[in-house]
């Protein structure tokens, strides 16, 4: 075989028989050092992270919490099931997400829907990403006959709606959406302006009602002073004028910043 040169020759070295043997055993220790090197520079190998998917298979046992509804307009509770399923056990990326739903009632009025209902739902938890739109969609549903007022002065306008409500409130325990509410040093401020407005009104006598049973009924409907408006904000009759200022004293919105 013809090898040609095109290079200028500087040096030159007759290798010997002992030479070539020694060079190979060069050659093969750096051969074996080599691969210890290159192993401990490798990166480390990271862990599949597991999503929510509809192919996912579902487990055996599932997390699940349970949520009443009861409405005036029903003689009878909803009690809704949410059942989470427990990605990444036992990792650093470990996280609950919600499989499926089962509402279940003894009023058999609504129970065609809710099954249909269910249904869908169900199938959008195991569809898997941002789920979190369902609270929205089932809040934005009006009732044609129109709402109700829970105790505590909030409304609600209609079923569909409260049981948007009681998915956020699985959401937010489980970490999906964050819980944005009052903090303590509000809270304070909000009570310290409803006791200041409740003794104003008391000392000027004001009383809406002679009877006892109304003074109950209104307490069950309402917890806020009972002259309050609606919120559009948080749909809670909550809101008051207090120093020429309209405020909630539910949400903390003010007209007045």
Known sequence: MTIEIKNKIVGYEVISKGTAVAEEAKQEKNKEATPEKVSSEKEPVKA?????????????????????????????????????????????????????????????DHFQWIVALTRIISAVFRKGG????????????FDPRGGYFKRGGKYKP???????????CHMKMIG???DNGLDNCQKEMLDAKRKEYEA?????????????????????VNDF???????????????????GCMT???CGDSKCG
């Open 225 to 243: 002073p009972p002259n309050s408006q609606l919120c559009k904000k948080c749909n809670t009759k909550a809101v008051i004028s207090m120093d």
């Open 48 to 108: 599949e992270i597991i999503q929510m998917h509809e192919k996912l298979e579902r487990p055996e046992m599932l997390l699940g919490s349970t949520y009443k509804i009861k409405t005036p307009q029903s003689e009878h509770a909803l009690y809704i099931t949410i059942n989470d399923v427990l990605l990444n056990q036992g990792t650093e990326h470990e996280m609950r997400r919600p499989y499926e739903i089962f509402i279940n009632s003894k009023n058999m």
């Open 176 to 178: 999906m959406i964050e």
């Open 200 to 220: 104003i009104h008391n000392n000027d006598g004001k009383a809406k009602s002679n009877s006892a049973v109304d003074k109950e009924s209104d307490s069950e």
């Open 158 to 168: 209609s079923l569909v709606a409260e049981i948007g409500d009681a998915i956020e």
């Open 248 to 250: 909630c004293l539910s």
């Open 130 to 141: 941002d789920v979190t739109f369902l609270v929205d969609e089932l809040r934005s549903v």
